[in-house]
């Protein structure tokens, strides 16, 4: 993935995968209630397929946690690893 924004989206990726598993969920459980394949799972989890909003909010519903929530979370690391790098 060329993105300039790949930190960012790494960030995303495994701020949701922690918010599957701190629900104790897993990837089946999840696709199921989305009425996917497990593989669309995976895919987002691995960085292979990237979400758009609204898939996150659904995705956010199936895992039940707060979407603004998970946001701020995403914001809070992506702004330590920001301000680690001023001079």
């Known amino acids: 993935m060329g993105s300039i924004f790949r930190y960012e989206y790494d960030v995303f990726r495994r701020c949701m ?3 599957r598993k701190d629900a104790k969920l897993t990837q089946q459980s999840i696709a199921t209630a989305l009425q996917k394949p497990q593989s669309f799972v995976a ?3 691995n ?3 990237r979400l758009d909003v609204v898939e996150f909010l659904i995705i956010a519903q199936a895992i039940g946690v707060n979407p603004c929530n998970l946001l701020s979370e995403i914001e809070r690391k992506i702004l330590e690893k920001f301000n680690e790098q001023k001079p």
Do not use: D, L, S, T
Request: proline fraction near 0%; charged fraction near 45%.
């Open 17 to 19: 995968i922690a918010a």
């Open 43 to 45: 895919k987002y989890e």
């Open 47 to 49: 960085g292979e397929r």
